[in-house]
């Protein structure tokens, strides 16, 4: 199985994307900025799209998506999110205003766009890989994902901070191959990543400590701003950790 990072950066600008990740062809991890760089059949062939939260980077090609490709899929493009991410998305985005209700178009039996409820803690399991919707601590409700193919596991903070359920879960995932964690600010933002509940590189190395699995453990989600600095401050004062930037079109085998 197949993890493609179509986006993991902060911010825009040149060549940065936004979060989304692409699992084989047909089943995206949020739908940020990255998912505008693929073509026009790539598009058509997603078929599920998870969403973490309902920040505007995380969303911002959703909506276009599904109108690039309704006419050209036999089924409708299902969107998986627990149920306040769910009802942002359906009172603030697809509200005739900002952009259509393709949940009631062409008719509302045979929509374009379906919702599908994910609370935390369930999984789905689509085309062998199994999705788990796992605790994040964001300034909004928010979730991250765990993705598992029977073989090895991927486990995607989202945006958060992290908390001790998160924990949990990763160091009781035997299977666990890669940890896709969240920074966004450098040190010198600490109180601009505190308050937006983001880390920062000293937020989190404490927070790994919490880590006791031989995990390649993989940054995401740096400001454009400050994005070498928040990585040199990690890499200088990490210890007995993989660890490494998480690069967009990076392909993760799992
Ligand atoms: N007080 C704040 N709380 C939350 N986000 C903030 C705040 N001030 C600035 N921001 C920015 O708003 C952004 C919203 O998306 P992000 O969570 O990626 O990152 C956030 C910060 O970069």
């Not at 409708?76 to 509200?95: G, M, Q, R």
């Amino acid at each position: 199985m197949q993890l493609r990072i179509l986006g993991c950066s902060g911010g825009i600008g040149g060549a940065n994307r936004t979060t989304s990740f692409l699992i084989n062809d047909s089943i995206l991890i949020d739908a940020g900025t990255g998912v505008g760089d693929l073509s026009f059949s790539a598009l058509t062939r997603i078929e599920h799209v998870f969403i973490t939260h309902s920040h505007l980077d995380h969303i911002a090609c959703l909506p276009m998506l599904v109108d690039t490709i309704m006419g050209s899929r036999n089924a409708p493009i299902t969107v998986y999110a627990t149920e306040t991410t769910l009802n942002v998305l359906k009172k603030h985005i697809f509200n005739w205003a900002i952009w259509p209700d393709f949940n009631k178009i062409p008719n509302a039996k045979a929509p374009f766009m379906r919702y599908s409820l994910l609370e935390l803690g369930q999984s789905c399991c689509i085309d062998q890989c199994t999705i788990t919707a796992i605790p994040a601590v964001h300034t909004v409700p928010a979730v991250g994902y765990k993705l598992d193919s029977g073989k090895s596991a991927v486990i995607f903070s989202g945006d958060s901070v992290c908390n001790t359920e998160f924990w949990d879960i990763v160091n009781s995932t035997e299977n666990l191959s890669h940890l896709i964690i969240e920074t966004a600010f450098s040190n010198r933002e600490y109180e601009l990543a505190n308050a937006a509940k983001h880390f920062c590189p000293l937020t989190l190395l404490e927070q790994l400590k919490f880590l006791n699995r031989p995990a390649q453990v993989l940054v995401t989600h740096l400001k454009p701003a400050d994005s070498e600095l928040t990585m040199q401050e990690i890499l200088r004062d990490h210890s007995n950790i993989s660890i490494s930037r998480l690069e967009q079109n990076q392909i993760i085998t799992f």
